[in-house]
């Protein structure tokens, strides 16, 4: 796995949160995530720079951070006098909300996509200015911003069938890899119409690949994805949303209601429904370090040979919300069990792959266990879904625990897993 993690620290204070600080390639750079239960994360590449210690944000995390930011930096090493830049994902104010902080003293040029713009102008929706909650984005127009364009002849990075187009050449960090930025392909529903995403790799050259001709390992590539493609959603270790946000949320409905608009419940499924599919089929293996939530391990292997009765619903042609139990339809049982054979199918060549890029059954077996961690918990949405996958991972390793003509690599790895599991 990439990164050795050298420290995290948890704070467990009425706003608690983690921060994993872990060593990249050479140990000439370091990033440190930076996880909280209430506001988005950020994340924080440090490197050398002509006897200089240098730093790159991926976000800068809640205002509600305001008075304490500063010395939660500098107690970990963060000088925020020697920020080089600072990349937003997408307005919301939790993702941006100390941006204008931090860029003050360092003069950090501020990356963000070019319809960052109207945000930091003030032209926003009225649903938009609710929810900025004191934050006021017009302070940005005294700092550096670099607002990222995407022309037509911009490459673009293809993720499975998806080409996402790319807002900049790759950014240095270090000695230790490449940032590539990268925004989502136009959606008639979108979580933010500026989000964007950013790729680490110690190539300067990234692109979901299996042939990596053994310079480094598919995990050592991390997604930063925002809002995008997240995990357990807001909030970690399952705990509840703060009285005061859900009293919030309770006002907001009920002034719709009262206001004869109704209340707006939107589906998260529905918001950029191609470029999260794309993430989800398009990589082997890569490490997310989502907005919301602790980082994760993306793999392909959860959506071809982890079925869960949505999945196969959807391949049928059903909508996501009809009723599982058609499914148990005895015309649809032919069906129903050749996607369920292909889904096995998938799983093992999966594993095939892994091993051909050098993970040994152990570390299979150790990725396989975190999936099946990974997969749990969640909204109400998903939560049904992933506690499936678990299932049907259970069933997949125990069917090749006891298939004769499966390899002593398969058979070892089914082994190792389910012991784990059940130990």
């Known amino acids: 796995m990439n990164g050795e993690k050298l420290q995290i620290v948890t704070r467990p204070h009425e706003d608690p949160y983690k921060i994993v600080t872990e060593r990249l390639g050479d140990g000439d750079a370091d990033l440190k995530s930076f996880y909280f239960q209430r506001g988005a994360n950020f994340y924080v590449f440090s490197y050398g720079d002509n006897g200089n210690r240098r730093h790159t944000f991926i976000d800068t995390g809640d205002h509600r951070y305001a ?43 501020i990356l963000a996509h070019e319809n960052f713009r109207l945000f930091v102008e003030g032209r926003i929706t009225a649903e938009e200015y609710r929810w900025l909650r004191g934050f006021k984005p017009g302070r940005l127009k005294k ?29 240095p960090i270090g000695k230790a890899g490449f940032l590539s930025i990268f925004t989502c392909p136009d959606c008639p529903s979108t979580h933010s119409p500026d989000q964007l995403m950013v790729l680490f790799s110690p190539s300067n050259r990234p692109q979901p690949r299996e042939n990596t001709n053994g310079d480094f390992r598919l995990t050592e590539d991390i997604i930063f994805s925002g809002d995008l493609w997240l995990m357990h959603g807001p909030l970690f270790e399952k705990q509840m949303v703060s009285f005061q946000q859900r009293l919030f949320f309770s006002y907001l409905w009920m002034k719709g209601r009262l206001s004869g608009k109704g209340a707006v419940r939107r589906d998260p499924r529905e918001q950029d429904a191609a470029a999260k599919m794309a993430l989800k089929e398009g990589f082997c293996l890569i490490r997310v370090k989502p907005g919301h939530g602790e980082e994760f391990l993306g793999a392909r292997i959860i959506p071809r040979g982890l079925l869960a009765k949505r999945d196969m619903l959807l391949a049928l042609g059903y909508s996501m919300n009809a009723d599982k139990s058609i499914l148990k339809d005895d015309g649809l049982k032919p069906k129903v069990e050749e996607m369920l054979e292909k889904a096995h199918e998938g799983f093992v060549n999966e594993l095939h792959i892994w091993m051909a890029h050098g993970y040994s059954t152990d570390e299979i077996s150790d990725l396989l266990l975190r999936i099946y961690r990974e997969q749990s918990g969640g909204g109400y949405l998903v939560k049904d879904d992933r506690k499936e996958r678990r299932k049907r991972l259970l069933q997949t390793l125990i069917r090749l625990q006891g298939e004769e003509e499966a390899s002593t690599d398969l058979r070892r790895i089914a082994d190792a897993t389910l012991s784990k599991l059940t130990g």
């Open 67 to 109: 008075d304490r930011i500063m010395s939660i930096l500098t107690g970990h090493g963060i000088n925020p006098e020697n920020i080089d830049r600072i990349i937003i994902t997408h307005r919301h104010h939790d993702h941006c909300g100390l941006a204008d902080l931090l860029a003050v003293g360092s003069r950090a040029k």
């Open 143 to 171: 700092h550096p911003m670099a607002y990222l364009s995407v022309k037509r002849d911009t490459a673009k990075i293809m993720i499975g069938d998806v080409g996402f187009p790319r807002l900049t050449e790759p950014i």
